[in-house]
């Protein structure tokens, strides 16, 4: 019988529950996931979200499933309905293959618990080697700006480039952290803010339109974001308003820096052209919901362009910062990506 916990996910009696990070931080809310269709509405509604989450929880609730008697053929078909749950985080893609793989076993009962709790397992292990390979890039004295939220809520581990910014305040080199709010959802606002002030790091919550003044202030040292994908020639989809802060980077050199696992790497996709790019509901950007209610302030039927995601291109990135090393624009250039990476070997 499955028994575990990370931050955002239990396992208990065999059944799956998930924290609600849209209640966050107000509220700690966790609600059950005994279902795909449960599971599918709480990735779309992003109480359970992050690329890596999303990946390990669709993994463990095929394995619960199976421990609880589906049988081998209706797990096939909840296990092609949760691969189109979340088009762009290609994590949820790749964890789902090696779960298909577990299933096509004799003893898939057996094979699928195990593979599920060895994601899990891994994806704190890649957490952990990020953070050391990210951290190294971290000069004494630095104040950084980050996007989204990429730490513990988003992972089975310390998160991504939350991870890294977490180790770095350990090790005294973090002087503040500037946080966007990140829209539509504020997960920068209600997460991030949230997990820097558990783990005791300085921090000041800013909007996104406000990057730009900072910068010109020369009051950032580098930027670090997260991805959804990473495409073969080092495109990177992530929470939209990352491009921008790219761009932003670039005119005023500023590093800008992507922490990822080597999982979040599609070699299948030549380049962001062909990340499918999820949209989301108007109501997300005419007005805001949460834990106090609904507050409308566009006009009613306003039109309304909501993608979840953009796309920075690879030539606005100085750093891949992976499990496996640190990824250079000249090893991008050179076709890295373009090959499955695997977490045994440095890159």
């Known amino acids: 019988m499955l028994t575990f916990s990370t931050t955002s996910l239990r396992v208990r009696e065999n059944q799956l529950w998930i924290l609600d990070q849209q209640a966050l931080p107000q509220q700690q809310r966790w609600h059950p996931a005994q279902t795909v269709a449960q599971l599918v509405d709480h990735i779309r509604a992003l109480r359970v979200r992050g690329a890596p989450l999303i990946g ?15 049988p081998r053929a209706q797990l096939e078909r909840d296990l092609a309905v949760l691969r189109a749950a979340r ?28 593979e599920a709790l060895r994601l899990v397992e891994e994806d704190r292990a890649l957490c952990d080697a990020i953070a ?34 977490a180790l770095a305040h350990r090790q005294g080199n973090i002087a503040q952290v500037w946080v966007d709010e990140t829209r539509p959802l504020l997960q920068g606002g209600r997460l991030t803010a949230w997990e820097l002030g558990e ?50 980077a670039r005119w005023h050199r500023v590093p800008f820096y ?22 989301r509901d108007a109501a997300e950007v005419t007005g805001v919901t949460g834990s ?6 566009a006009p009613d039927g306003a039109d309304v362009y909501n993608p979840a995601f953009d796309v920075t291109p690879a030539a606005l990135i100085d750093g891949w910062v992976l499990d496996t090393g640190i990824v250079t624009p000249q090893q991008v250039g050179e076709g890295l990506f373009s090959r499955p990476l695997r977490s045994e070997g440095a890159v």
Not at 56 to 70: D, P, R, T, Y
Not at 87 to 114: E, I, K, W, Y
Not at 292 to 297: A, I, N, T, V
């Open 56 to 70: 390990l929880s669709a993994s463990l609730l095929l394995a619960l499933l199976a421990e609880n008697g589906q």
């Open 132 to 165: 050391r390979h990210g951290a190294a890039l971290v000069k004494p004295g630095s104040r950084l700006l980050t996007h989204c939220n990429t730490g513990g809520l988003a992972t089975a581990g310390t998160g991504t480039a939350l991870g890294v910014i």
């Open 87 to 114: 088009p762009t985080a290609v994590n949820l893609m790749n964890n789902l293959s090696r779960m298909a793989q577990a299933l096509a076993q004799s003893d898939f009962v057996t094979a699928m618990g195990q």
């Open 292 to 297: 106090f209610g609904q507050c409308r302030w």
């Open 199 to 248: 783990l005791g790091v300085p921090y000041r919550l800013i909007c996104d339109a406000m990057a730009a003044d900072l910068m010109a202030r020369g009051q950032v040292d580098a930027v670090w974001v997260g991805a959804d994908r990473i495409a073969a020639n080092g495109d990177v989809a992530n929470k939209i308003g990352t491009y921008s802060l790219a761009v932003l």
């Open 258 to 279: 992507v922490a990822a696992p080597h999982t979040t790497c599609d070699a299948s996709c030549p380049s962001g052209d062909a990340i499918p790019i999820e949209q």
